[in-house]
């Protein structure tokens, strides 16, 4: 299966007639892709129908539709070129440049030529190294866009650097706004920029070393971090486990003693309930027979009975205090403002 690097190589996705990258590609009947913007003018200026490749020839117009598998690929490749250019360090994505001269299927450029302000392919590069007046001119490698490089305001060739504003000047520029800035040629800024190269790689390469043994030392201290957080959420588990452990002991104890103290009472109470209960026998017995010796006309018997009938037991009427106070209200008030500190 082939890799997305080689689906996405720039080969099979340039248009042959603009050289560029593929602008809603179409497909003709011979089975060759070309942009939708390329393919209908070169139809247009011509009498017939013919593919500009394989030169095969349509008796009538095909109908073009977007392949749209081949738009996908050239969009996924036009935003690689995009990230990569916006990445520092060599540029390994790069759209050729094609020839301005080449008319119906352009060659890549060899070279551009700032006087002249377009690229060359190698055959139509070849004035420049046959012809005195154009020996002169300056080419560099193929650039696109050279008109980017012109002054805007005077349309002349950004030959000056001008060191005050850092801009891009013309010779114009110069005499006009930039008259009492310091101006250099630009291959002087160049080559003044260049010797500074290495010590700025070095500057980087060694922010880069700083930065990564940061990295390493900030891993570190999560590492480290991880490992005593874990030991304290198990010291903190232990301590409330712990805790608990207590508390729920603590509450068996009070339970315990609540029990303890209710059945003491208990005990207490049903004694002297046991003791009133007999007594209130006892004066009812008495009760009944003072009645029946009010009905006897026995004056011995009476004057011999009703004193010793008629007198309560001596016994007092036994205390209702049935033992401690069952509440343990200290004991809540704690409980209470335990859990008011935790809000």
């Given at each position: 299966?082939?890799?997305?690097?080689?689906?996405?190589?720039?080969?099979?996705?340039?248009?042959?007639?603009?050289?560029?990258?593929?602008?809603?590609?179409?497909?003709?009947?011979?089975?060759?892709?070309?942009c939708s913007k390329c393919i209908n003018p070169y139809w247009d200026s011509g009498d017939t129908c013919q593919c500009p490749m394989c030169k095969q020839k349509f008796s009538t117009r095909p109908e073009l539709r977007v392949n749209t598998v081949m738009s996908e690929l050239a969009n996924e490749?036009?935003?690689?070129?995009?990230?990569?250019?916006?990445?520092?360090?060599?540029?390994?994505?790069?759209?050729?440049?094609?020839?301005?001269?080449?008319?119906?299927?352009?060659?890549?450029?060899?070279?551009?030529?700032?006087?002249?302000?377009?690229?060359?392919?190698?055959?139509?590069?070849?004035?420049?190294?046959?012809?005195?007046?154009?020996?002169?001119?300056?080419?560099?490698?193929?650039?696109?866009?050279?008109?980017?490089?012109?002054?805007?305001?005077?349309?002349?060739?950004?030959?000056?650097?001008?060191?005050?504003?850092?801009?891009?000047?013309?010779?114009?520029?110069?005499?006009?706004?930039?008259?009492?800035?310091?101006?250099?040629?630009?291959?002087?800024?160049?080559?003044?920029?260049?010797?500074?190269?290495?010590?700025?790689?070095?500057?980087?390469?060694?922010?880069?070393?700083?930065?990564?043994?940061?990295?390493?030392?900030?891993?570190?201290?999560?590492?480290?971090?991880?490992?005593?957080?874990?030991?304290?959420?198990?010291?903190?588990?232990?301590?409330?486990?712990?805790?608990?452990?207590?508390?729920?002991?603590?509450?068996?104890?009070?339970?315990?003693?609540?029990?303890?103290?209710?059945?003491?009472?208990?005990?207490?109470?049903?004694?002297?309930?046991?003791?009133?209960?007999?007594?209130?026998?006892?004066?009812?017995?008495?009760?009944?027979?003072?009645?029946?010796?009010?009905?006897?006309?026995?004056?011995?018997?009476?004057?011999?009975?009703?004193?010793?009938?008629?007198?309560?037991?001596?016994?007092?009427?036994?205390?209702?205090?049935?033992?401690?106070?069952?509440?343990?209200?200290?004991?809540?008030?704690d409980l209470t403002r335990l859990k008011q500190s935790r809000k």
């Open positions: 299966m082939a890799s997305a690097s080689s689906l996405l190589s720039e080969e099979r996705l340039l248009c042959s007639i603009c050289l560029d990258v593929f602008t809603d590609p179409v497909t003709i009947p011979c089975g060759h892709n070309f490749f036009k935003k690689l070129v995009q990230v990569k250019a916006s990445t520092p360090g060599p540029q390994l994505l790069e759209v050729d440049v094609p020839c301005y001269i080449c008319s119906e299927i352009k060659e890549k450029a060899v070279k551009s030529c700032l006087t002249c302000l377009i690229s060359f392919c190698e055959s139509h590069l070849e004035p420049h190294r046959r012809v005195a007046g154009l020996k002169g001119h300056t080419l560099l490698e193929p650039v696109k866009n050279l008109d980017d490089r012109m002054c805007k305001t005077h349309n002349k060739m950004t030959e000056l650097y001008c060191l005050k504003e850092q801009a891009f000047i013309c010779v114009l520029c110069l005499k006009a706004d930039h008259k009492s800035h310091n101006a250099v040629p630009l291959e002087e800024q160049y080559e003044k920029l260049m010797a500074t190269n290495d010590e700025a790689q070095a500057n980087i390469q060694k922010l880069i070393q700083t930065r990564i043994e940061k990295i390493a030392e900030v891993e570190e201290l999560l590492d480290v971090s991880q490992v005593d957080s874990e030991k304290e959420e198990q010291a903190a588990v232990q301590v409330f486990t712990e805790l608990i452990q207590f508390i729920q002991a603590s509450q068996a104890e009070l339970v315990e003693a609540i029990e303890e103290r209710h059945s003491a009472i208990k005990q207490k109470g049903e004694e002297f309930l046991k003791e009133l209960r007999s007594e209130v026998t006892e004066l009812k017995s008495r009760s009944s027979q003072l009645e029946h010796l009010s009905q006897s006309e026995d004056h011995y018997h009476f004057l011999q009975s009703f004193p010793t009938l008629s007198k309560p037991p001596h016994k007092s009427c036994p205390d209702t205090d049935l033992g401690p106070d069952l509440s343990f209200q200290a004991t809540r008030g």
